[in-house]
C-alpha cells in the first residue's frame, strides 16, 4: 500500500515537474511578450506553487521510500545475522571475519542505495521522458518527429566510439 502512495507521488511530482517549463512558456509568450503585468504576476503564483508542490512530494515519496527500505533492510540484517549464527565454526576459520563483516556491511549498503533512491530515481525519469516526448508531439509534431529520429543515430554513433575507445 505504501509503495502503491509512493508511485502515485513520483507521478504527481514528475506531472508538476513537466508543468514548470510549460508555465515559463506561456509566461513568456503571452505575458512577458504582451508586457501584461498583471497575468505575469498570476503565473508566477502559479509557477511558485507548482514547485513548491513539486519538491513538497518529491520529499514525502523519498522520505517513505526510505522508511519503507530501512524496514526491509532491517529485517534482511536480522535474517543475515541469524544465518550467520547457524554457520559452521569451519566457515569462520577459512574466511576471515573482517572480510565477512565488510563483504555484508557493502552489500546491505548498497542493496540500501538501490532500494532507497534509484529506483524511485529511475522511475521519475522514465516519467518524465515519456510526459518531454508526449509534450513535445502536442506543440510540434514535425519538430518532435526530427528530434526522435535522431536518437537512434545518436546510439549508433555512442557505439561506434565506445568501441574504438575500448580498444584504445
Keep these: ?9 513520483v507521478l504527481i511530482y514528475t506531472v508538476l515537474g513537466l508543468m514548470g517549463p510549460y508555465l515559463m512558456g506561456v509566461a513568456i509568450d503571452k505575458f512577458i511578450a504582451a ?4 497575468g505575469l504576476i498570476n503565473i508566477a503564483i502559479w509557477m511558485f506553487v507548482t514547485y513548491l508542490l513539486n ?6 515519496s523519498a522520505w517513505m521510500m526510505s522508511d519503507v527500505s530501512q524496514r526491509a ?11 550467520l549464527q547457524s554457520l559452521p565454526i569451519a566457515c569462520f576459520d577459512s574466511n576471515p571475519s573482517g572480510d565477512l563483516m565488510s563483504r555484508l556491511t557493502n552489500d546491505i549498503d548498497a542493496i540500501n542505495q538501490a532500494v532507497s533512491q534509484n529506483i524511485i530515481s529511475l522511475l521519475a525519469n522514465v ?3 515519456v510526459g518531454i516526448v508526449i509534450a513535445m508531439f502536442v506543440l510540434d509534431k514535425w519538430l ?7 536518437v537512434p543515430i545518436m546510439f549508433w554513433f555512442t557505439q561506434f566510439v565506445a568501441k574504438y575507445t575500448r580498444r584504445g
Design 1 to 9: 500500500a505504501v509503495l502503491i502512495l509512493v508511485l502515485v507521488f
Design 35 to 38: 508586457k501584461n503585468t498583471a
Design 55 to 60: 519538491n513538497l512530494f518529491q520529499a514525502i
Design 73 to 83: 533492510l532491517k529485517q534482511l540484517r536480522k535474517d543475515l545475522f541469524s544465518h
Design 127 to 129: 516519467l518524465s521522458l
Design 144 to 150: 518532435a518527429l526530427a528530434s526522435v529520429l535522431v
